[in-house]
């Protein structure tokens, strides 16, 4: 288990991404975002992140995540201390199961969990430099017991009050939370309704959103138009940076935030935000 002292220290907000550059990565450090999150399911070598790293000063990286059906706990933590060689303190090793739908083994994902992280133990992996994709109460409580805290995604700051309540004040808490950079609400709505369309598949999310609420209609595709506001922020730079603030208020330590825009159009992006959000 972690405590206060030894969470991870990654600033108040970072960015969550699927194929940020090195020179993106240089542009987002400068604008003062403290981490970089790269999703999907990235293969146990992650040859990537040295690239980087190399390119940033202070700038941390993380995974969101490294799934355990797909990456074997012996090479992911051997990459582990390959980076942290190279690049001390500065890798986050976020890990999490993936969805039964997507994976024909997936069986029994706590037990495999937990087995996958004492394989980590087994090998060295710090439990202070791990976080773990959490969403119910059970793997919240093991991402608490068994790493440094929990990684929600597609969650709201309703969730992170009570992820917060169930994993202590010492553990470390980090929800991903999209954005929408327009005024145009109907707009907005088109967007984040396609960045959520897979999810609407998926057993886990959708049992998520019922815990906090929503119908068994509302988290149906394409999702009602509350479930859409309540996890895609959209609005002027203020207005969405004042959505992901309640995520703070309401106990997380860290806000990887999505921003759903072309690949080229992200550091912009990104730069609308930085001042709102008391960055730059």
Known sequence: MTDAASKPKLGRFG?????????????????????????GSPPAELAWVEPILEATTNLQLATGIVNIWTAAAEPVAESFRR??????GRFLLGIGVGHPEAHTEYRKPY????EYLQRLDDCGVPANRRVVAALGPRVLKLSAERAAGAHPYLTTPEHTARARELIGPSAFLAPEHKAVLTTDVEKARAVGR???????????????????????????KPGSDRLVDALVAYGTPDAIAARLKEHLDAGADHVPVQVLTKDENLVPALADLAGPLGLS
Do not use: H, M
């Open 111 to 114: 037990d495999a969990l937990a």
């Open 83 to 88: 980076i942290e060689a190279a690049y001390p």
């Open 194 to 220: 396609r960045a959520l369309d897979i999810y609407f598949q998926l057993a886990n999310y959708r049992n998520n959103w019922k815990r906090l609420g929503f119908s068994d209609e509302e988290v149906t």
């Open 15 to 39: 960015v969550f991404g699927r194929g940020v550059t090195p020179q993106q990565a240089k542009d987002i450090e400068a604008l003062g975002y403290g981490a970089v999150w790269v999703g």
